[in-house]
């Protein structure tokens, strides 16, 4: 409902009891207050005892009968009620809490709108149910005043006692069934990640351990299918063995989140799966000039982009830049030129924007695709 924080009780908002929405908690609830009601036998036994007349007496115990049954009914409805409905919820316990006072022309009995008051601190803003208990203790203490010139306090000071107290109650309740609720939702949020993360890095591994696989294995077949030795498609199944030995090996890692990514080893694997494609790779021989912290993080965006290249591209020549906090991936290709961005560039986005960096992605200054990270220092 209302109000910025909805982790707070503000004294403006609406009580929101969304958090306690399951039956059993609304079932006990109701249990536990259907024992509390068995209070008002104690003014029951009071007006009994007193010589009010028949009459008098029976609606007065009508009155009460109706007041516990309306207090149940409205702790069952009143948290999922509109707030008007709340309101006149409320108003008519009130009501029937206050009939025996009337009835029978003792402001004594006003003391059990204990149990109204409370109904209106569960239900209401604290800017108005707060007074209307207040509202009620002076209208007890005037009536004595003005009717027997003598104020019996132990009533008043009871009923405001127990303003102040259920006021206090019901707010650390909400505040602490939400933060409940906030903390479930912070639980999901972070399995949402994990998964979110497994996924991004399977595709990561297994997009660029199964195109490279691919080529190696059409190469070993044309290797084959040609006259000669066939020790160079032995050298490609060899390496088609160690890649899958590999790619198990990554998956457990990145299951288990032990896998990391180093920007040495892909840019060793990217050369390894150009070469297999035809494709003349123009890389650097080390990664030494790049941040150490940005290392992992270039090395999913040298994977991605070369694995694009390889997927995606007609290219014939693939060329990797390095600088402290950048990285580009550039080809001579026509078919990624104008592609749509996929999973794999979306999750180098969110990679990057983790470490505060950006990408960019699309045409390059001289055809084909450009792939280009940086991270500001």
């Known amino acids: 409902m209302g109000g910025r924080d909805q982790d707070r009780f503000p004294a403006r908002r609406w009580p ?32 009994g005892h007193a010589n009010h007349g028949g009459v008098r007496s029976g609606i007065a115990f009508a009155a009460l ?8 009914y409205v702790l069952w409805s009143g948290p999922s009620a509109s707030r008007r409905r709340r309101g006149t919820l409320v108003a008519a316990v009130f009501a029937l809490g206050a009939v025996p006072a009337v ?22 803003p604290l800017r108005w149910s707060l007074p209307l208990g207040f509202a009620t203790v002076a209208g007890q203490i005037t009536w004595m005043a003005l009717g027997t010139g003598h104020v019996t306090w132990s009533r ?62 059409g190469l070993a ?29 990554d998956v457990r890692a990145t299951v288990s989140g032990y896998r990391e990514v180093t920007l040495d080893t892909e840019l060793a694997g990217a050369r390894a799966a150009l070469r297999a494609a035809g494709v003349r790779a123009e890389l650097p021989g080390t990664a030494a000039d790049v941040d150490p912290a940005l290392r992992g993080v270039f090395g999913y965006v040298v994977r991605e982009a070369v694995t694009n290249v390889l997927r995606h591209s007609d290219a014939t020549r693939c060329q990797v830049r390095l600088g402290p906090g950048w990285v580009e991936v550039t080809d001579d290709g026509t078919a990624t030129a104008d592609a749509a961005p996929g999973h794999g560039l979306t999750g180098l986005t969110e990679r990057l924007t983790a470490v505060s960096g950006a990408l960019e992605h699309g045409r390059g200054p001289r055809g084909g695709f450009r792939v280009y990270a940086e991270v500001p220092a």
Not at 239 to 248: R, T
Request: charged letters at 20%.
């Open 221 to 249: 077949r044309r290797i084959l299918e040609s006259p000669g030795s066939p020790e160079p498609a032995l050298a490609e199944i060899r390496d088609l063995e160690n890649l899958c030995h590999q790619s198990l090996s």
């Open 65 to 72: 009968g109706c007041y516990a049954a309306g207090y149940l």
């Open 156 to 217: 008043p000071i009871t009923l405001a006692g127990v303003t102040i107290a259920l006021g206090t109650v019901f707010a650390l309740i909400f505040t602490i069934g939400h933060l409940q609720a906030a903390r479930e939702q912070v639980r999901n949020l972070a399995v949402t990640r994990e998964r979110e993360r497994v996924a991004r890095d399977l595709h990561d591994i297994l997009g660029h351990n199964l195109s490279t696989m691919s080529l190696k294995l």
């Open 16 to 47: 929101d009891w969304s958090f306690r929405r399951t039956r059993r908690q609304r079932v006990t609830t109701i249990a536990v207050n259907a024992a509390a009601v068995l209070g008002l036998t104690a003014q029951v036994a009071e007006i």
């Open 103 to 124: 009835v029978l022309g003792s402001p004594d009995y006003l003391t059990e709108l204990t149990y109204a008051v409370a109904l209106g601190l569960m239900l209401l």
